[in-house]
């Protein structure tokens, strides 16, 4: 006799069916592995988002600026000095020992031209034999430039080369053509304000008080050396 069973088929008397064995099996790993594919395509796609919201937040679209100029102040924020410079490249001492208020167009003078009395000794060489001081100068300003270091005989001998070519042109009158261009090297190494006609000036109308300042600007970067020998 055949009887039906609870599941709808049928079976001869005594024999049991297992229902549990027969029934599909069903695999975890496809679902779990789409799951893991939705998580990682959300997640890139909230990190975009929250990257782009940040980066809108950030950009004002009022300011004319370029906003790539904007966006590089992130990653390379270095702090503007107000005070002059102290190294820099190529070697030397400190170039603004007095640390001077430094703009756009550089920066004064340590001292001021009137205040060759500071350094009354080289004022009275300066004004007796200009071309001693001024060979002296440009020995020192040309040591620190090749070699970056002070000049160890502070200049040299009285009797140098510089010294007798400005002392020859300076009976012609020509020998404030030297000061004027050892003058603009000395600015140029320092970021000193001016220009090659007040360079001129000074050293025409002024011409030992230019050499005194020009001498004592030296000084101050030979003196940032400390107690080192060269």
Sequence with gaps: MICPSPAGDFHLPGTYINHARQRPQLSLRPLAAQVHVNLRTLAG????????????????????????????????????????????????????????????????????????CG???????????????????????????????????????????SCMTHGIFALCGLGVIFQMMNRGNIRSRYNIKGGGCGDCCTSLFCGSCALTQESRELELEEESFGEQRY
Excluded at 46 to 64: A, G, I, V
Excluded at 68 to 84: F, I, T, W
Excluded at 139 to 147: C, D, I
């Design 45 to 116: 796609r909230s990190s975009l988002l929250f990257h782009l919201s940040s980066t809108y937040d950030f950009l004002n679209p009022n300011d004319p600026k370029p906003q790539l100029e904007k966006m590089s102040r992130v990653y390379e924020s270095q702090p503007s000095a107000s005070h002059g410079m102290v190294v820099a490249p190529g070697g030397g001492g400190n170039r603004n020992a007095k640390n001077m208020p430094v703009d756009a167009d550089g920066r004064d003078w340590s001292n001021g031209v009137c205040g060759c």
């Design 119 to 161: 350094a009354f000794g080289t004022c009275l060489l300066a004004t007796c034999l200009p071309c001693v001081v001024y060979g002296k100068n440009k020995h020192r300003y040309e040591h620190l430039q090749t070699q970056g270091v002070p000049h160890p005989d502070h200049g040299g001998s009285c009797c140098s080369g």
